[in-house]
Every structure is written in C-alpha cells, then in structure tokens.
Antibody
C-alpha cells in the first residue's frame, strides 16, 4: 500500500542543522510532486515546501526560505528536507505528503506518519 | 496568502447525531478544498477532495459541499470512531493553507 516513513527528527540546539528523510513505497515517487508540512499545537498545520517530480522546481514558505531546502532522490525513493539555522519556533512534527500531480501544485493526498523536531538549548 | 476560517473550533455531539463543520476562504478558491481527519498521534487522513468528492474507502456518512468561499463538511450519523480533529485545506494556489481545526468530542 502507499506509505511514506519520515525519519531524522530529534532534539537540536538553536542555530544547528538537521536533515529529514521521507522514504516512499507502494507508489512511483518519480511521477509525483512532494510536500513537507509541519504541525505545532500553537500554529496548527503549516505548509513548508514543495518539489516537482524531477526536482526541477521547488518552492518554500517564507518562514523557512533561505534556511530550509527541499530535495529528492528518485533512485532511492526518498524525499529530504535540509534544515539549517534552526530556531525554537521550528519545533514541530514534520510530515511529508504526496502531491496530486507531477508538477508543482498545492494539492496533496497521502501523508507520512511524521517525525518530531525539537529545537531547544 | 489565502486564510481559511473554520468553525466551530470544538464540538460535542452524540452517537447518531448529524454534525456540520464550516470553512470559509478569504478569497475565491473554486472547489479546490480538502477535508482531513486527524486522530491523536496520527497523520491527517484525506476524506474529501475537490470540496465534495469522497476519497476511496471513506464511509459514505462523510460528505462535503460548497464552492467559492463557503464550504461545509457533514457527518450524517456520528460514530464513536469519528472522534478526531477535522481540518479544511485549500489548494487553489501556493501556499496551501489550513483551517485551525475542529475538535469533535462525544
């Protein structure tokens, strides 16, 4: 069945870096755009970034632009989120979500189970 | 960014009740609206897409309607397993944004 499994979360100090991974199975990753979405108790669900099926187009939320980078390796069926200069307000559960098209569109359908990032000194 | 305003923020109902949640977009989003169900500790699960289309495998007691800026999500006969938080989300343009959620309790 369609499944995505995130990993790489943990506790990190402010200013440090972390890389999240999302391993996909049960579908052909290379034909889908992919998203990262995060969730906090205070701000709810917040879209973070999207990447096209081939990695040629990427868009990031203003709140993470210049600090986070979405990427993918279709040969490994894996999506990534490189997070640099982390701040306490980046603390959240991070989900990957499958896009409903290969090109960059806002639509998404299936979500992974999430990985928790905590930024604290 | 398009703002999604969802109401109510919480709702208490009984098994068998009809439950309705509304979502209002700050701009016309046509029918580019999803409804998700999220249970504690789990990822959001897509129930309704394109405002009114039921995702495969989702029980028919769930339904959605609306277009433009005003949308409605309905559970015809509430079941115990429906206890969750429900979110609307638009996908008219980037960035997609979400309602603040409706926590459903029995």
């Amino acid at each position: 069945q369609v499944q995505m499994v995130e990993s790489g979360g943990g506790v990190v100090q402010p200013g440090r870096s972390l890389r999240l991974s999302c391993a996909a199975s049960g579908f052909t990753l290379s034909v889908h755009s992919m998203h990262w979405v995060r969730q906090t108790p205070g701000k709810g669900l917040e879209w973070v970034a999207v990447i096209s099926y081939d990695g040629g187009n990427k868009y990031h939320a203003d709140s993470v632009k210049g600090r986070f980078t979405i990427s993918r390796d279709n040969s490994k069926n894996t999506l990534y989120l490189e997070m640099n200069r982390l701040r306490p307000d980046d603390t959240a559960v991070y989900y990957c979500a499958r896009g409903t098209s290969g090109i960059v569109t806002p639509g998404m359908d299936v979500w992974g189970q999430g990985t928790t990032v905590a930024v604290s000194s | 960014d398009i703002e999604m305003t969802q109401s109510p923020s919480s709702l208490s109902a009984s098994v068998g009740d009809r439950v309705t949640i509304t979502c209002r977009a700050s701009h016309d989003i046509s029918n580019y609206l999803n409804w998700y169900q999220q249970k504690p500790g789990k990822a959001p699960k897509l129930l309704i897409y394109d405002a009114s289309n039921l995702e495969t495998g989702v029980p028919s007691r769930f339904s959605g309607s609306g277009s433009g800026t005003d949308f409605t999500f309905t559970i015809i006969s509430l079941q115990p397993e429906d206890i969750a938080t429900y979110y609307c989300q638009h996908y008219d343009s980037l960035p997609p944004t979400f309602g603040q959620g409706t926590k459903l309790e029995i």
